[in-house]
């Protein structure tokens, strides 16, 4: 499509975040459509080349809060249908890679302003449903991130476009940003709606047809995304969504010769097996795929002595506990000095007690259930290992399963601070406290970065300012994203761009144009405007 001009998009801004507070139109529109959507029992297909595709054998999504409570019925793919989905990306690449990026960006811009309108409640809802996220943190995901993905990407777009090399007398040098030859494979988590959402359409905004598998468990909001996408414009083949076994379809994708990148957020040894799998069949691709991951962490909040104890204990209970811990920058290890141990532990003990967990449906709530049955049981036996070390149950400990996958907001303190729950990655509502002795700062500065693997989100809290800054140096590979008097959780697209490295992952920093780098390959063309038309150069002239 040819277009003379040279355009400018929307300047991207941040969704603002609705409160849903009572008697507001938002409130009731969401509960009107919490309750459509939790009394139909949907079936949902695959999507291969925008052809709706069903494999005869399905699974159930369901309710974590309320887990004999079937959402939806979803067709279950395996290795042929990732066959059928490979070849839908290579038919739709050569249109699609070809599209003017303005018509691309387009799409893109009229899905987040569909997601901002009458795409709401649903999205909303479908994440408070099956993947149990209050109206609150389903807001700020599935509406006000991926809205946030769509508009910001966009813009990232355009720099990363502008930036063009120098250019010499004569000489006209340009820099041509390619999609990367053959498909991305995108590979979503259940705990954030828009994590699906940017997997998938950040490299089908620079060009690329992708192949998504979501987490089973994230099947009803991914299934409603796609559809956001398909109004929005987005043609056949751009994005196909196939379901199933994580194994099986990730193995037949990773093996293909057509792979050309996977972006990938989930665990740790599921993320080193990609990357194994590729560089043992590394002859067998056209190119060296691109491989973007961010695969969780063991986050921290280290409070200095001269710190508010009542704005740690806050950030522990938000930090910690909001969506169930189940977000990967979610705070899991908690470091305080013994002079400020009794203020936090009297606020942790009577604040956490008062939060409200049950169904999601219920505003009241401010916790939902653990994702699935796995969770549950991981949640359960860290919490009764705590117990039998001898570790301190400060505040929580019960879990019920009776009706869903509960939970409760648990906070254990150990006199080790190497106990396997100060080190290892639990994604649930637990969180683990170190006291140390309030007169060896220096040293917690190297406990807390030499502990672990990971390496994604960090906090320190402090009022002295040398302290702010002997964190900051001594952390400074701790955490790839670092808060300062802030809990570790919260990133926003365009102001927090979100990765770590260490055993986090690739730190390619989702929410800004270095994630939109990697899914194009560059090209660079000289043109000589006037060539010369004589080899000989002036010095070869003899003297005279």
């Not at 704005?311 to 910690?320: E, L, P, W």
């Not at 007690?353 to 994702?371: C, L, Q």
Request: overall charge negative.
């Amino acid at each position: 499509m040819s277009a003379p001009g040279i355009f400018r998009p929307p300047a991207a801004v941040n969704e603002p975040i609705r409160g849903y507070e009572p008697g507001s139109p938002e409130r009731a529109e969401l509960q009107k459509r919490l309750a459509e959507m939790s009394g139909e029992r949907v079936s949902i297909p695959l999507v291969i080349g925008g052809e709706r595709v069903e494999t005869g054998t399905t699974f159930e999504a369901v309710m974590p809060h309320d887990r004999d409570h079937v959402l939806a019925d979803v067709a279950k793919g395996d290795a042929s249908h990732v066959e059928r989905a490979i070849t839908a990306a290579r038919d739709a690449h050569a249109e699609w890679s070809s599209t003017p990026w303005h018509e691309r960006c387009a799409v893109f811009l009229r899905a987040a302003e569909l997601l901002a309108g009458p795409w709401r409640s649903t999205l909303n809802a479908a994440t408070m449903l099956n993947q149990s996220k209050t109206a609150h943190q389903a807001e700020i995901d599935a509406a006000c991130e991926t809205i946030d993905f769509l508009r910001f990407n966009v813009e990232f777009l355009v720099r990363v476009y502008e930036e063009q090399p120098h250019s010499s007398a004569g000489v006209w040098n340009r820099m041509e940003y390619r999609p990367l030859e053959g498909f991305v494979l995108a590979i979503s988590p259940f705990n954030f709606t828009a994590i699906g959402a940017n997997l998938t359409t950040s490299p089908a905004l620079m060009g690329n047809t992708v192949l998504w598998k979501p987490a089973s468990t994230q099947a009803l909001s991914a299934w409603y995304t796609l559809r956001l996408l398909e109004e929005a414009g987005l043609p056949p083949g751009v994005i196909n969504l196939v379901f199933g076994p994580g194994a099986e379809l990730g193995d037949a994708a990773v093996r293909s010769p057509e792979l050309a990148g996977v972006h990938f957020t989930g665990s740790t040894g599921v993320f080193q097996s990609i990357w194994r799998t590729i560089g043992s069949d590394i002859d067998r691709y056209r190119n060296y795929p691109r491989i973007v991951g961010e695969t969780g962490g063991k986050d921290f909040i280290l409070a200095h002595p001269s710190a508010d104890p009542d704005a740690v204990a806050t950030a522990i209970v938000r930090g910690s506990f909001e969506y169930q811990g189940q977000k990967c920058s979610a705070s899991s290890r908690l470091y305080l000095p013994s002079n400020l141990w009794g203020e936090i532990r009297e606020s942790l003990e009577r604040e956490v007690p008062s939060i409200a967990m049950g169904d999601v449906r219920d505003f009241t709530n401010f916790m939902g259930a653990v994702i699935d049955r796995s969770a549950f049981e991981t949640q359960a036996n860290a919490i009764e290992e705590a117990r039998k070390a001898g570790a301190d149950i400060v505040v929580g400990g019960g879990v019920d399963d009776s009706e869903g996958w509960f939970v409760e907001p648990t906070v254990i303190k150990t006199d080790d601070p190497g106990f396997r729950l100060m080190q290892d990655e639990l994604f649930g509502p637990v969180v683990t406290a170190y006291v140390y002795d309030e007169k060896k700062w220096d040293d917690t500065l190297d406990l807390v970065d030499g502990t672990g693997s990971y390496a994604l989100t960090g906090a320190v809290f402090a009022n002295d300012r040398a302290a702010i800054g002997q964190a900051h140096d001594a952390l400074r590979y701790a955490a790839g994203n670092f808060y300062v008097n802030d809990k570790p959780t919260g990133a926003v697209v365009g102001q927090q761009p979100f990765g770590g490295a260490r055993a986090s992952g690739t730190n390619d920093k989702a929410g800004s144009m270095w994630n939109l780098i990697r899914w194009v390959s560059p090209r660079t063309i000289k043109e000589t405007l006037v060539p010369p038309t004589d080899y000989r150069y002036p010095f070869l002239r003899p003297d005279a």
